[in-house]
């Protein structure tokens, strides 16, 4: 659960960073996004290591992998705290745990429900179509994530959904350093805890920037 987790933040940094190439145009945004994807004239990312085009299934593998793995361990947990209690307390009591050490679960799975739609609206709707819901970007992914968020309701649902990536985030960032002996004083937890809140605000801000941008028309 931990390293999984670990591996899927450590993306989320990385396209977070990604996406802040929307503020440079649309050749250095649209450059970006056919490099990953082995698109540009120098054969994109990894190349001649790898064939043009062939880090972007190796990647694409590695994060199914990893989500995959995340969900199993989580359902496995799940299975194993049901065990633990077999009947249900007479009073239920929450003992200083927070929101978002609560809503792990669910939140994931609300998390991972969106993240299906997000991929259903900018990776195999435009690659079937060069566009996304609704319209038709005549292949720049530059122009079809400004489509997108110059819709506000578009823009208000990534706000939500980033709200529980962002808690999940939190969470689970400390989680995944506590079950790898990090937390091993109470000046240690302290700064574990500095540590998760600051990359989940900083993830939250950082993935939100763009889609404001959009829609307040900074970026267009
Ligand atoms: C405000 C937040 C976000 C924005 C604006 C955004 C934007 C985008 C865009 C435009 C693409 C397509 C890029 C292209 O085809 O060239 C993309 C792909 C993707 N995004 Fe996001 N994203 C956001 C948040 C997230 C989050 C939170 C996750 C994961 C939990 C995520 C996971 C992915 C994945 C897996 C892909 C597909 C990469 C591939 O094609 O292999 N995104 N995103």
Known sequence: MALTGLLLIGFLLMHM???FKMF???EAFNHYAGWLKGETPD?????PI????AFIWVFRTVLVAAVLLHVYSALTLWQRAKAATPSAYQAKRTLSQTYSARTMRWGGVILAGVLIFHLAQFTVHSALTAGSFGAT???????????EFQQWWMVALYAIWMATVAMHVRHGFWSAFATLGANTSPKAHTVLNA??????ILLYIGFI???VA???GWIH
């Open 209 to 211: 920037f763009a889609p």
């Open 24 to 26: 440079l145009g649309e």
């Open 50 to 53: 790898m064939p043009a085009g």
């Open 17 to 19: 960073f990604g996406n």
């Open 137 to 147: 970007y005549a292949d720049s992914p530059y122009k079809m994530f400004v489509g």
């Open 214 to 216: 959009v829609l307040f």
């Open 195 to 200: 540590c998760a809140w600051a990359v989940a």
């Open 43 to 47: 054969g994109g990312i990894l190349y």
